[in-house]
Structure formats: C-alpha cells, structure tokens
C-alpha cells in the first residue's frame, strides 16, 4: 500500500468512509485517512502522492499533493449522473415493443456513403479496413432494408450523430429509438405512442407530475393541432391583415437576415418556433406539416399540399416525430437524388405502407428528472 520515496508516498486505496474534510481509504494492508476538499464516492478507488503526518491525538493522517480518480463505483454514483435512471428508460421500450411482436435490430454506427439530408455528418477513420465512414443520422434505411424482406414490426434503439449546433436540448451525439410498422396506420400510430410515454410515465412511478408550468396526468388526453390552423390563430389575435399564399408571413420577417432567402414552409416553421411553441407547455400532437419540409413522405389524399407526419411536443420541446413512409419509386427517385440506391431497388420491389416514429430518450429523461439542459444527461 505504501511505497516510501524519501519523504514523499504513493499511496492507492478504496473509499471506505467520507467525513469531510478526510476521507479514509481501504487496503489489504489496512486503514488510513487522508486530508483533500475534492469530491470522492464511497466505493471509487484512487492514488494519492503525499506527505504522512501526525494530529494531535496521534492518528496518522496524509497531506496529499496529488490525486487522481482510477475506478469510479456506479453504485455510488452522484444525483447528477443518470447512468442507472436511464438504464431504466432503455430496459422499458425494449421490453414493451417485444409485446407487441417487434423485432429488435441492431444497426451499426458507419455508413459508406453520405447522407442526402441537410444535415451535416460527422467522418472517421477506421484503421483496420484503411478506409473513411461516415458516423450515421439515424437508423431509418437499415429498418426499411428489413422491413423489404417481408418483415412487419421492427425496432431500434441507438445512438446518433448530427452535426447541427449545440443547444439545451440538442447534442451531436444523443440516444433515440425508432420503430416502423406495416400494421398500425398513421391514427393508430398517434394513439399507440401516446399509450407508450403514458405507460414510461406508469413504470417511473410518475403518476402525477409536475413539469415546468403544467401538471401532468396519466389520464389527460393529448391534443391534435394543425400547424397552419395554429398560426392563422396566433395572427388573427394580433390582428394581421391575410392574403393568398401566407404572403404576410414575407412581410412579417422582412428585415431579419437569416430569414431572407427561405421558403414559404421554412418561414412557417420559424414562426411556430419563436412565437407559438414558447407558450405551449401542454402535450400536443403537431399534424399536416408543409410538402416541402419532408419529401419523403406520403401525400395526404384530401389535400396535395401537405403529408401525414406528426410531432410530439411536451412542454416546449419536440420529443417524437412520425410520418408515413412514401413509398412510390419514381417520386422517390427525385427526392433521394440517385443516392441510397439499395434503398431505391428495394422500393421497385414493392415496400408496403409503414409508419415509422423517432423517440428521443434523453429529451423523455429531461422531462421526467425535471433537467433544462441535455449535457447534464450524457454526463
């Protein structure tokens, strides 16, 4: 345990007892207590370079110059870490869509070629094969590439890397589950994820929660919105004048910069962020977004303007997306610009209609644990 260098000592142990300021470590040759301020755990094992010295009742103690952490008990972990809180979380879904007859896939992190959606991919090197991979966005054409070979229900649970800025409630690199079914339509796909975060919530013992400025009730309904319905509300309050083609929302947005060279359905979602969201802290299902925002899914037969997708907001922040999956390959041809050609054969081969859901496990766990910032769950 001790190892003498003239009047210094290395000394390494396992916390046994806290009582600050000292902290007395175990070893197989005994007992000693040492002086330091920094936060240990009872369980962690560390080294320690200092001095032995004596107090006035004749214990030993050391006066460290040095100290470093080796082990970190998981046990003992502080409030702050949610290693074990989301172990939870994760062994919840897994075990609920086997319920249900889903088949659990588990996709890799490199993909071959890029991506074709806006968002900016991070890039490896694997030394083992001596070749560049790009780290994936989500696990979406691995499922359907499944999902072709006559499978029904599937599910993931992974890890995602998108290089987008970083915020409170974005990371680059955070946990999700995605899940695609032939079965349930794009109805019963809205009501079967509200049963699923009821269901989390039931499991977490979270009967009755009180999130930011609402509280939450297992029996609550969620509420169905429209997104332009939502705007064309907010503005008739604020007393706006209305022409065809939402041409006052130019006018609104004139003078910002970062605004000038968007389009319609861009400009849309940029009010809905900033003005409205701010002030929706109950839980509401966002439907019949833009055609230009999601090409790659399916129309709505009433109306050719917008698509069957859906999100799910609670308490300002967007925790699921959903969609029906488009699945003509002509209009997909244009849509993916030749690229995923896997994808595109597997689609002349006839892919039936799926719904597919993205769940953000650790905006959920920001939620339930009452956090403001994402950093503080990927800790």
Same mark, same amino acid.
Not at 252 to 278: A, G, M, P, R, V
């Given at each position: ?56 009742? +004749?214990?030993?103690?050391?006066? #460290?110059? *040095? ?28 075990? *609920? ?5 889903? @088949? ?10 890029? $991506? $074709? ?16 991979? *790009? ?59 509200? +049963? ?14 009180? @999130? ?63 003005? @409205? +969201? ?11 977004? #833009? ?23 609670? $308490? ?31 689609? +002349? ?31």
């Amino acid at each position: 345990m001790i190892l003498n260098f003239k009047n210094f000592k290395i000394i390494y142990g396992k916390i046994e007892r806290i009582k600050n300021p000292f902290i007395e470590i175990k070893d197989y040759s005994g007992k000693i207590q040492i002086y330091s301020k920094k936060k240990f755990f009872i369980g962690d094992i560390i080294i320690i370079y200092g001095k032995i010295k004596k107090t006035k009742k +004749k214990i030993f103690y050391i006066l #460290p110059f *040095y100290i470093k952490l080796i082990v970190k008990n998981l046990k003992f972990l502080n409030e702050k870490n949610f290693l074990k809180k989301n172990f939870c979380i994760f062994n919840f879904f897994i075990n *609920y869509f086997k319920k249900f007859m889903f @088949i659990y896939a588990n996709s890799t992190n490199f993909c071959k070629n890029k $991506s $074709s959606s806006n968002s900016n991919t991070f890039k490896t090197y694997s030394f083992c094969k001596k070749k560049f991979f *790009y780290l994936k966005i989500s696990p979406e054409f691995y499922i359907k590439k499944i999902l072709s070979n006559n499978y029904n229900r599937i599910f993931d649970i992974t890890k995602c890397y998108r290089n987008e800025g970083c915020s409170n409630i974005h990371f680059f690199e955070f946990n999700m589950i995605e899940y695609y079914s032939s079965d349930i339509n794009f109805k019963n796909s809205i009501y079967f994820l509200e +049963k699923i975060i009821k269901n989390l919530f039931l499991s977490m013992n979270k009967f009755y929660l009180e @999130i930011y400025k609402f509280i939450f009730f297992n029996n609550i309904f969620f509420k169905k919105k429209i997104l332009i319905e939502m705007i064309l509300i907010y503005f008739k309050k604020k007393n706006f004048f209305f022409k065809k083609k939402f041409f006052f929302l130019f006018i609104i947005f004139k003078n910002i910069n970062t605004i000038k060279n968007f389009s319609l359905s861009n400009i849309i979602f940029k009010i809905f962020d900033e003005k @409205i +969201k701010k002030k929706m802290f109950f839980p509401f299902f966002l439907i019949f977004f #833009p055609r230009k925002n999601s090409p790659l899914t399916r129309i709505f037969n009433l109306n050719i303007n917008f698509l069957k997708r859906f999100e799910l907001y609670i $308490s300002n922040i967007e925790i699921a997306n959903g969609f029906e999956e488009l699945n003509d390959y002509f209009i997909q041809k244009k849509n993916l610009l030749k690229k995923n050609k896997d994808f595109l054969i597997r689609l +002349k081969n006839c892919l039936s209609y799926i719904t597919g859901v993205g769940i953000g496990i650790d905006r959920l766990s920001m939620i339930i644990y009452k956090i403001k910032h994402i950093k503080e769950i990927l800790k």
